[in-house]
Structure formats: C-alpha cells, structure tokens
C-alpha cells in the first residue's frame, strides 16, 4: 500500500504543505458503467472536501 498520497488541490481540507494528503482513507470512482478505467481522466476522487 502506498505511503505518501500526494495532492495539488490546495482548497482541500486534507492538503497539506508539500502537496500531502492527510485523509485516513482515499475513495476514488470512475465514471463509465463499470469498473474499469483507462485513464486518469475518466476517475474523481470523491474524499475532496472543500475548505471552509
């Protein structure tokens, strides 16, 4: 299991300095019908949450 998760999204509540991720878990989907992707384009991932 990777170590380090590493994220450019500033306005996010887990984004830490040096562009970390400080979430316990990371929750990425696809967006076609299955469960399959073939690029990075074609995923999202849903544990961004917005800074207040």
Do not use: R
């Amino acid at each position: 299991m990777a170590q380090d998760v590493l994220c450019e999204v500033n306005n996010c509540t887990y984004w830490s300095t040096g562009n970390e991720c400080t979430a316990d878990v990371i929750y990425v989907v696809n967006h076609g019908k299955s469960n399959e992707a073939s690029t990075s384009e074609e995923t999202d991932c849903k544990t961004f949450k917005p800074k207040h």
